[in-house]
């Protein structure tokens, strides 16, 4: 079975800055698009990045030029760099990885961004 697993949260102060890793225990075949989700307790889960394959990065408006989404195609590993990190930022944070037979989901990474 396949595990996908995030990595990197943890408490940073408002303006300050985190970068996500989500690595898959196993190579996964056929991806066509990665992504990254956010949740907040009692609220729908957002989308916030995604790279699809053969197309440029998207971003959620709310994160738009300070979030930067990348991969390292060797290691199959995701990224999200964070920047100038807001109280609103925090959440529960998902990487998805999207493949013609399935939707992969990691267990979720808990950033919180106080002040």
């Known amino acids: 079975q396949v595990h996908l697993v995030e990595s990197g949260g943890g408490l940073v102060q408002a303006g300050g800055s985190l970068r996500l890793s989500c690595a898959a225990s196993r190579s996964i075949f056929s991806i066509v698009a990665r992504r990254w989700y956010r949740q907040v307790p009692g609220k729908q889960r957002e989308w916030v990045a995604e790279?699809?394959?053969?197309?440029?990065?998207n971003y959620a408006d709310s994160v738009k030029g300070r979030f930067t989404i990348s991969r390292d195609n060797a290691k199959d590993t995701l990224y999200l760099q964070m920047n100038s990190l807001k109280p609103e930022d925090t959440a529960v944070y998902y990487c998805?990885?999207?493949?013609?037979?399935?939707?992969?989901w990691g267990q979720g990474t808990q950033v919180t961004v106080g002040s």
């Open positions: 790279i699809a394959s053969g197309s440029a990065p």
């Open positions: 998805n990885y999207v493949s013609a037979a399935y939707n992969y």
